[in-house]
T-cell receptor
Framework: GNSVTQMEGPVTLSEEAFLTINCTYTATGYPSLFWYVQYPGEGLQLLLKATKADDKGSNKGFEATYRKETTSFHLEKGSVQVSDSAVYFCALNQDSSNTGKLIFGQGTTLQVKP | DVKVTQSSRYLVKRTGEKVFLECVQDMDHENMFWYRQDPGLGLRLIYFSYDVKMKEKGDIPEGYSVSREKKERFSLILESASTNQTSMYLC?????????FGSGTQLSVL
């Protein structure tokens, strides 16, 4: 079945460092791919998405490119801030009906130190 | 501003109790979901609903049931709470693949 695998956390970086959080997936067909972020004490919120191969999603300085050949959707940011400290989840949709039924990875905790 | 509201932020219950977790959305979304979040496991889908009175099992429905009598409200029911149901429970609604989450209910079963 479909699945999502993220790199183990926690990831600890200094402010202004470059961030990469790896995400790979297994899926039949061509799922949409997502990154959600969960700030402390809050629910998840959509960070960015990509719906087809070679699409790049971007938001708030974060980017991720849908790579079908490597089945990956790695999250990157050129210069992280303390306010980026959160848990990041990679996800894909389970079906093609656009219902929002998603499969999530295990989450990667990012801690950014001043 | 769109909103998904979960009735309790923290809840402590005893083994064997019947537990109700309530969720309300104000966006007129047809689709609603209950996930549980556990460290190292990410989010796992318990149940979802595509319409009033319509429900389908997710990946881990055992020990849970749901109720959707009105479009805006989706309730998760633990018929007889057990310690392995101690978890963070997240409700969500969706529009065009985008999920909107509540802040979560941290349930502890003692």
């Amino acid at each position: 079945g479909n699945s999502v695998t993220q790199m183990e956390g926690p990831v600890t970086l200094s402010e202004e460092a470059f961030l990469t959080i790896n995400c790979t997936y297994t899926a039949t067909g061509y799922p949409s791919l997502f990154w959600y972020v969960q700030y402390p004490g809050e629910g998840l919120q959509l960070l960015l998405k990509a719906t087809k191969a070679d699409d790049k999603g971007s938001n708030k300085g974060f980017e991720a490119t849908y790579r079908k050949e490597t089945t990956s959707f790695h999250l990157e940011k050129g210069s992280v801030q303390v306010s980026d400290s959160a848990v990041y989840f990679c996800a894909l949709n389970q079906d093609s009906s656009n219902t929002g039924k998603l499969i999530f990875g295990q989450g990667t905790t990012l801690q950014v130190k001043p | 501003d769109v909103k998904v509201t979960q009735s309790s932020r923290y809840l402590v219950k005893r083994t064997g109790e019947k537990v109700f977790l309530e969720c309300v959305q104000d966006m007129d979304h047809e689709n609603m979901f209950w996930y549980r979040q556990d460290p190292g496991l990410g989010l796992r889908l318990i149940y979802f609903s595509y319409d009033v009175k319509m429900k389908e099992k997710g990946d881990i429905p055992e020990g849970y049931s749901v109720s959707r009598e009105k479009k805006e409200r989706f309730s998760l029911i633990l018929e007889s709470a057990s310690t392995n149901q101690t978890s963070m429970y997240l409700c969500a609604s969706s529009s065009n693949e985008k999920l909107f989450f509540g802040s979560g209910t941290q349930l502890s079963v003692l």
